[in-house]
């Protein structure tokens, strides 16, 4: 069955600096999300991305946070100047259609020290 | 905005008993979505589980049911012949009607449970 892959499993990363997260969906959806998960919460939805440009985004998605989709297989999430509270698990995922369900990726494990 | 409550932190049940998950969820639309996935310790997220809200009939998968009560706004899920393998945490998510433009998953806070052999 296909899968959302999500590299790389663990990053480390110094305050301050910029870190990509990257997703490949599976090949046949159009919608494409990122999630985030601080340890011991919910999954609290960032973005979601239709047609190459953001469709939603919530509050937490400020301006360090940039998605994009630079080929035809890849989906990455940048954050440009990683803070503490940055530290998470982030999560990929895709669906067919907008009304279908997502297919999460197994996540990004982001520690910034 | 859409909140999905699961009121209930931790359950643990008996292998090959039954366990019933709660979760409600507060929304003044009339179509949407609503879903159960399963998070094991590797903490992937799996969907167990879905249900359209204009279906009057309850969604079933293999040995996972749901009962959804539309106008109670409660949506629970039942695992019978609990194996070891299902202790995990399951978050219960809600998801608009494509026709309101949204389609970010709301998730609850999840629910721990424990599968005592």
């Known amino acids: 069955e296909p899968e959302v892959t999500q590299t790389p499993s663990h990053q480390v990363t110094q305050m301050g600096q910029e870190v990509i997260l990257r997703c490949v969906p599976i090949?046949?959806?159009?919608?494409f999300y990122w999630y985030r998960q601080i340890l011991g919460q919910k999954v609290e939805f960032l973005v979601s991305f239709y047609n190459n440009e953001i469709s939603e985004k919530s509050e937490i998605f400020d301006d360090q946070f940039s998605v994009e989709r630079p080929d035809g297989s890849n989906f990455t999430l940048k954050i440009r100047s990683t803070k503490l509270e940055d530290s998470a698990m982030y999560f990929c995922?895709?669906?067919?259609?907008?009304?279908?369900?997502?297919?999460f990726g197994d996540g990004t494990r982001l520690s910034i020290l | 905005a859409q909140t999905v409550t699961q009121s209930q932190p931790e359950m643990s049940v008996q292998e090959a008993e039954t366990v019933t998950l709660s979760c409600t969820y507060d929304?003044?639309?009339?179509?949407?979505?609503l879903f159960w996935y399963k998070q094991p310790p590797s903490r992937q997220m799996i969907l167990v589980i879905r249900?359209?809200?204009?279906?009057?009939q309850n969604a079933t998968e293999n040995r996972f049911s749901v009962n959804f009560q539309k106008a109670a706004k409660s949506f629970s899920l039942k695992i019978s012949d609990s194996q070891l393998g299902d202790a995990a945490m399951y978050f219960c998510a809600y998801k608009g009607y494509s026709g309101a433009g949204s389609y970010q998953l709301t998730f609850g806070k999840g629910t721990k449970l424990s599968v005592i052999p």
């Open positions: 929304t003044s639309e009339s179509d949407y979505y």
């Open positions: 249900q359209e809200a204009y279906k009057q």
């Open positions: 995922a895709s669906s067919p259609q907008g009304d279908q369900p997502q297919h």
């Open positions: 090949s046949n959806h159009l919608y």
